[in-house]
């Protein structure tokens, strides 16, 4: 996603400025946000990168290999043949992580903005374009912007009218997470759990009905733990089922701690809902799950995977694992495929485990050979490619 400036304080009227979203649907929404944010203060879409005055990058924390893409990309950026007074920002999880600090690995950068900060975005961008009719000798943060210390974002953000997509959107739910599940930075870097009201989800829902979207996504970190006064997720789901103009909608993701039979039952009773869940086991060791801080253990997992295929008729079942977690012994591993193999997962997202800054499981030991994290990862993905391929053939011929 990119977008140009015609920016008050630029020197050129014609000033491109272009955006990159880095890791989930989350990231997507938010770089709409700023999209629509840029747009009311007089900015146009673009597609170059090479062409950009303005180049900013929507990153993300949560997995190493995210985080070493933004870097390369920013090396890269870095390389070109220079546009007079380009601009090079970071926002999102990587700038909520490591504020000022970006600035000594990747001096060219020019400004940081945490995801609650991202309503400053056009003055912020002003700030630093300011920067540049300055002539100065002090030092590297002179002519840096870091905005990382929000707590919550204004509503407004939100009822921006622009989408990526002109037939689906992307709605938060709710924001930030406060599992601290032990590999996670997401409660570091997005805060605690915040809820919407529910008003404001159902008016955003509705002006995107309005724009002629007939199909939405609603997203939240943990969207099972949604409670705004008197609704629930539940309730949510069955008033957004109800919305004149609707066609379908979905959520992710769901945390198996707080997903109940009465989840199940609201998928299977509501009509516009996709008979779609995707359910994060990550492993099927109770050793594991409890050194990961999960909140559940293999039983209930595996009760909550039958109840569902029981209850909402020919569902997707999908889910994430995460191979070479610290202390993971061969056997804590051969548990993760007998249940890959007991479950039948439409699909699954498979991951080697990596060190994320201020988690708790920086403090475990990473004492899982890279080789022997491969290894596992090439596994369970041969498992699951053979399995998808069954549930897949399967569905086809139940038609």
């Known amino acids: ?19 990159r979203t880095f890791g989930c649907q989350m990231n997507v929404r938010d770089s709409e946000v700023v999209c629509g944010l840029l747009k009311k203060a007089g900015y146009v879409l673009s597609d170059s990168c090479e062409e950009a005055d303005i180049v900013i990058f929507n990153t993300c924390s ?40 970006i600035f000594e690995r990747s001096p060219q950068v020019d400004f940081a903005v945490g995801p609650a900060d991202i309503g400053k975005m056009p003055e912020i961008i002003e700030k630093v374009a300011s920067f540049r009719f300055q002539v100065s000798s002090k030092g590297l943060y002179e002519a840096k912007v870091w905005e990382t210390e929000g707590e919550a974002r204004p509503e407004e953000i939100y009822h921006t009218g622009f989408y990526g997509d002109k037939e689906h959107a992307y709605v938060v739910i709710s924001e930030g997470c406060s599992n601290f599940c032990s590999y996670c930075v997401v409660p570091y870097v997005r805060g605690g759990l915040r809820n919407r009201n529910v008003e404001d989800i159902l008016r955003e829902i509705k002006e995107a009905i ?10 939240g970190q943990n969207v099972n733990a949604y409670q705004h006064g008197g609704v629930d997720f539940i309730k949510l789901l069955r008033l957004i089922d109800a919305l004149a103009g609707l066609k379908e909608f979905s959520f992710v993701t769901s945390h198996p701690k707080d997903t109940s039979l009465g989840l199940f039952e609201a998928m299977q009773e509501c009509v516009k809902l996709n008979k779609y869940l995707h359910l994060p086991v990550q492993s099927g060791s109770d050793r594991i799950l409890k050194l990961m801080n999960r909140g559940y253990d293999r039983n209930k997992y ?46 699954a997202f498979i991951f080697k485990y990596s060190v994320r800054p201020n988690t708790q499981a920086a403090t475990f030991m990473d004492d899982v050979p890279l080789k022997e994290k491969q290894r596992r990862h090439a596994l369970i993905l041969e498992l699951q490619k053979k399995i ?12």
């Open 210 to 219: 309005d724009k002629g979207i007939t199909r939405v996504t609603l997203l």
């Open 62 to 101: 949560v997995r190493q290999h995210a985080e070493e893409k933004v870097w390369s990309e920013i090396g890269r950026i870095a390389k070109l043949s220079r546009r007079p007074k380009r601009i090079v920002g970071l926002i999102g999880c990587m700038a909520q992580n490591y504020k000022e600090h």
């Open 1 to 19: 996603m990119s977008t140009t400036a015609n920016s008050k304080g630029y020197s050129n009227p014609r000033s491109r400025l272009y955006i």
């Open 302 to 347: 595996l009760a909550l995977a039958d109840a569902y295929r029981k209850t909402v008729k020919g569902g997707l079942l999908t889910t994430d694992i995460i191979v070479g977690f610290p202390y993971e012994s061969e056997a804590d591993f051969h548990q993760t495929r007998d249940l890959l193999q007991e479950i039948q997962f439409d699909a």
């Open 388 to 399: 998808s391929k069954k549930t897949k053939q399967s569905r086809h011929e139940n038609k």
